[in-house]
């Protein structure tokens, strides 16, 4: 079954949504002030104490300093790291060893280019993307032969990712702005792309 993380939670109300929502992971902006969503590590841990066990916190960072990263991981009690900026293998295999974490990846996907440069990777996960929360899908035909399980973001919402995951079977579905009504969550819609994400997949388009 596909997984799916909301990500750019950043209101105490986002948190009781996604307990009624239940995804498998949501996802904190930090420390990114190009964007609305972004947060203090302070509030971050404050949100995320508000959370079950059973959905995992992804911290999503762009450029910071590894010290940075490794004290917010420790202080919101993270799950995962997310690199989303132009982050190398250098750099994921220190937050990795300096964190115990797994490293989440993000790639623009422009090109097949773009999509060798994630393949080869060092981190632990991979997600294909369009670009910093644009709120719009890339060409999915160009991963349609990916050899790596991904995580697919960009342009998400309710009523396609049942196709986007019937099309390219993603490892994960990563939803933010198509759960969001007016720049915020949407209670309804977050729900609404859970069961999108795990309902029963007919056989792979061709």
């Keep these: 079954m596909t997984q799916i993380k909301i990500c750019g939670l950043f209101r105490e109300q986002d948190i009781g949504f996604a307990r009624d929502a239940a995804p498998d992971c949501v996802g904190f902006i930090l420390n990114f002030p190009p ?46 790291v997310q690199l989303h900026g132009s982050e190398d293998n250098a750099y994921i295999d220190a937050i990795r060893e300096k964190t115990g974490l797994p490293v989440w990846k993000a790639f623009r996907v422009r090109s097949s280019g773009d999509l060798a440069a994630a393949a080869d990777s060092a981190a632990d996960e991979i997600l294909l993307d369009n670009g910093y929360g644009t709120g719009e899908a890339f060409d999915w035909r160009l991963a349609g032969g990916f050899r790596r399980p991904f995580i697919l973001a960009g342009g998400l919402t309710p009523e396609n990712i049942p196709g986007a995951v019937r099309t390219l079977r993603p490892k994960m579905v990563d939803i933010s702005s198509g759960a969001e009504t007016g720049k915020v969550k949407d209670r309804n819609k977050m729900i609404a792309a859970v069961r999108a994400a795990r309902q029963p997949q007919a056989p792979k388009e061709q």
């Design 35 to 80: 964007s609305h969503r972004s947060l203090s590590p302070e509030r971050a841990a404050f949100l995320r104490a508000g959370l079950p066990p059973e959905i995992r916190a992804v911290g999503v960072f762009v450029n910071r300093p590894l010290g940075e990263v490794a004290e917010a991981a420790a202080r919101i009690r993270l799950d995962a």
